[in-house]
């Protein structure tokens, strides 16, 4: 093992390491110098160092190794080493809360009405460092009247969970037995501190009559510098027709081409006949 400040890696642990990095290595589509940089956050004399086929030992210091093993979510244990590494026990991806004060304050979110889509909600959501725990945390509220006249006040609160290799953002709520799903791409805009999130939200809605899974693509824009404190008073509908509208509709219309995927609609492009019934398409 070595030194306290230096670990050894030799023979078979030593090849193993090698293989298993050069297998995640595979994954990416990024020279070595950007996998190096973006993916292990080490220099590139080290990335090469690890997966050189010269014998011997590999020497690296202890931060070296825990970096590499962090964004590897590989286990120091397959390779005989007792190193404790923060993001395999961290649920929420291991990243570090403070790499991501950009993305805190106080949002704008919107997506169109569940019912009929015709107009579109704007809610707020707040996004904070967690006082007990290294992640960030959020908090939502929705604030309208639905187009069936009855007026709604729903808040949802959690914690975002982010892979460090994709930096998106899974923001899941639990609700008398319900769970919704929010997913954000984030997207800085200036050195102003300016953000837009794009993604979705997976959640139950009625428009048929019956509760059944609902997705809708939303838009986060912020962070806001209205301190009104009241929340309530930054919700509203915004109605189809109005100049705001068309504008964000606009913004929604872009992250429902390019934000999400929708399998089965990507299929049915593909296979046009789908779904045509024997008798027509015989005709």
């Not at 996998?35 to 080290?46: G, P, R």
């Not at 404190?229 to 027709?241: A, E, Q, V, W």
């Amino acid at each position: 093992m070595g030194s306290s400040m230096t670990i050894n890696l030799t023979g078979r642990q030593r090849a193993r390491f090698r293989t298993d990095l050069l297998t995640h290595r595979e994954a990416f589509s990024l020279n070595d110098a950007e996998y190096a940089d973006q993916v292990l956050k080490v220099s590139l004399n080290t990335y090469k160092k690890c997966v050189q086929l010269i014998g011997g030992a590999l020497a690296l210091k202890r931060h070296t190794f825990v970096s590499i093993f962090t964004h590897t979510a590989l286990d120091p244990k397959n390779y005989g080493l007792s190193i404790g590494v923060p993001s395999q026990v961290s649920p929420f991806g291991g990243y570090q809360k403070d790499d991501f004060r950009f993305l805190c304050g106080r949002f704008f979110l919107y997506r169109r009405t569940f019912l009929t889509a015709r107009h579109i909600t704007r809610s707020i959501l707040e996004i904070r460092p967690s006082e007990s725990q290294e992640c960030l945390s959020f908090n939502e509220l929705h604030y309208y009247t639905a187009e069936v006249g009855v007026r709604e006040e729903i808040r949802y609160h959690g914690d975002v969970y982010m892979n460090q290799e994709r930096t998106i953002l899974s923001m899941p709520a639990y609700f008398q037995g319900q769970v919704r799903l929010t997913l954000l791409q984030p997207e800085r805009l200036s050195s102003k501190g300016k953000v837009k999130m794009r993604g979705a939200v997976l959640a139950f809605g009625n428009p048929k009559g019956y509760w059944q899974p609902t997705v809708a693509c939303v838009f986060v824009d912020g962070p806001i510098d209205d301190r009104r404190s009241n929340p309530r008073d930054l919700c509203k509908t915004i109605m189809d027709g109005s100049e705001e509208h068309a504008a964000l509709s606009a913004e929604l219309a872009r992250v429902e081409e390019h934000g999400t995927i929708m399998t089965p609609l990507m299929w049915s492009k593909l296979h046009p006949r789908a779904g045509t019934d024997k008798s027509a398409s015989d005709r």
